[in-house]
């Protein structure tokens, strides 16, 4: 029997708490419910609310129920996979990735059967050019745990080769 993957299922509670109440502080708190609401943090920061009806950069964009419920399910079967991949996963830095991954998908897949939308609000620009759209904190523990599982894989797999290669090294 497998060890349950804690590291990473904490990861990704943490992750999924922080999405939901920093969407509920932006929404409830901040009162941002329309995309001409938006408040300057700094200035090359600012709070904006999106309702995301696609998925990542805009693509696949739920204009019916049938296409919602279709991202549900398919943002749902790669939140089992990643999970799956979590608990067979050895390395701990990888599980933690994995976790916010998971923790991430896991809070779009909320918003989209709550609303029909992924709430979005972070709007990084430097002046008028932003690097990415309007995004959440589910949307970068996703980027940053993909990143990080990149990175370990392309530089990472060269060390482990070596001390595959030679143990005793």
């Given at each position: 029997?497998?060890?349950?993957?804690?590291?990473?299922?904490?990861?990704?509670?943490?992750?999924?708490?922080?999405?939901?109440?920093?969407?509920?502080?932006?929404?409830?708190?901040?009162?941002?419910?329309d995309?001409?609401d938006a408040?300057?943090?700094?200035?090359?920061?600012?709070?904006?609310?999106?309702?995301?009806h696609?998925?990542?950069?805009?693509?696949?964009?739920?204009?019916?129920?049938?296409m919602r419920?279709?991202?549900?399910?398919?943002?749902?079967?790669?939140?089992a996979a990643?999970?799956?991949?979590?608990?067979?996963?050895?390395q701990?830095?990888?599980?933690?990735?994995?976790?916010?991954?998971?923790?991430?998908?896991?809070g779009?897949?909320?918003?989209?059967?709550?609303?029909?939308?992924?709430?979005?609000?972070?709007?990084l620009h430097?002046g008028?050019?932003?690097?990415?759209?309007?995004?959440?904190?589910a949307?970068?523990a996703?980027t940053?745990g993909?990143?990080?599982?990149?990175?370990?894989?392309l530089l990472?797999?060269?060390?482990?080769?070596?001390v595959?290669?030679?143990?005793?090294?």
């Amino acid at each position: 029997m497998r060890k349950l993957p804690v590291v990473g299922l904490v990861t990704a509670a943490v992750v999924f708490l922080v999405d939901q109440l920093s969407k509920i502080g932006v929404t409830r708190g901040l009162g941002l419910t329309d995309l001409t609401d938006a408040r300057y943090v700094t200035p090359f920061f600012n709070l904006r609310f999106v309702a995301n009806h696609g998925v990542s950069l805009g693509y696949l964009h739920a204009d019916t129920d049938a296409m919602r419920w279709a991202l549900v399910a398919m943002t749902g079967a790669i939140a089992a996979a990643v999970a799956v991949w979590m608990t067979r996963e050895t390395q701990r830095a990888d599980r933690i990735a994995l976790g916010a991954i998971l923790g991430g998908a896991i809070g779009n897949i909320v918003d989209r059967v709550r609303f029909g939308y992924v709430v979005d609000f972070a709007d990084l620009h430097f002046g008028e050019w932003r690097p990415f759209l309007v995004f959440n904190v589910a949307d970068a523990a996703i980027t940053l745990g993909v990143l990080v599982l990149l990175v370990r894989a392309l530089l990472m797999r060269d060390k482990r080769d070596a001390v595959s290669e030679n143990p005793h090294a």
